[in-house]
């Protein structure tokens, strides 16, 4: 399967901007909208941005996401203790007409 | 609010076989697509397969073709997927999730059904 590639740990402190991102295949990234999903263990993952800068209803403004040629960023601003999760980006693949997920980005805030 | 509940989950024999179940509500089932998701221990999120709102199309990853199958039932607002053959790295927590479109994401997630595999 095709590769999404996400750092697998980001540390930063309180009330600090971290951005995570995600590299894949430039005609991937570039042609189809990126995801991004937040995951606390014990509870499903939750849908934080879509098609690569729109957040759902209900999803706080300190998350956004962008992207930038086959780079695919989230950037979480003012950190607080409960953005401590998994996080994950995720992209159709036409050619594989399959979902890829990238291997996740755990975020710690120290 | 949509509700998306698992049940069939549980512990079975390398080579055995395990039909998973999903209820839906709080949405028009029959208007979107639908997928299963696994999580292994300790590994990451991976997508197992989807399934199109009529049914007539489905996908699967690589590592469970020819082995699982995904259905559904639209008049009963549920989806399935039957795994055969199953081996020990097919252990994982199995999440039910809305596929309403490319552009839109895996919107929403069930809690999951935890799948075992071991003699």
């Known amino acids: 399967q095709a590769g999404l590639t996400q750092p697998p740990s980001v540390s930063k402190g309180l009330r600090q901007t971290a951005t995570l991102t995600c590299t894949g295949k430039?005609?991937?990234?570039?042609?189809?909208?990126a995801t991004w999903l937040q995951h606390h263990q014990g509870h499903p993952p939750k849908l934080l941005s879509y098609?690569?800068?729109n957040r759902p209803s209900g999803i706080s403004e300190r998350f956004s996401a962008s992207r930038s040629g086959n780079t695919a960023s989230l950037t979480i601003t003012e950190l607080q203790p409960e953005d401590e999760a998994d996080y994950y980006c995720?992209?159709?693949?036409?050619?594989?007409?399959?979902?890829?997920f990238g291997g996740g980005t755990k975020l710690t805030v120290l | 609010d949509v509700e998306l509940v698992e049940s069939g989950g549980g512990l079975v024999q390398p080579g055995g076989s395990l039909r998973l179940s999903c209820e839906a509500s709080?949405?028009?089932?029959?208007?979107?697509?639908m997928s299963w998701v696994r999580q292994a221990p300790g590994k990451g999120l991976e997508w197992v397969a989807n399934?199109?709102?009529?049914?007539?199309?489905?996908n699967y990853v690589d590592s469970v073709k020819g082995r699982f199958t995904i259905s559904r039932d639209n008049t009963k607002n549920s989806v399935y997927l039957q795994m055969n053959s199953l081996r020990a790295e097919d252990t994982a927590l199995y999440y039910c999730v809305r596929d309403p479109s490319v552009i839109w994401g895996l919107d929403s997630w069930g809690q999951g059904a935890l799948v075992t595999v071991s003699s």
């Open positions: 995720s992209i159709w693949d036409p050619d594989l007409s399959a979902w890829v």
């Open positions: 098609s690569n800068d």
């Open positions: 430039s005609n991937l990234v570039g042609n189809q909208g």
């Open positions: 709080g949405f028009t089932f029959s208007d979107d697509w």
């Open positions: 399934i199109k709102k009529d049914g007539s199309i489905t």
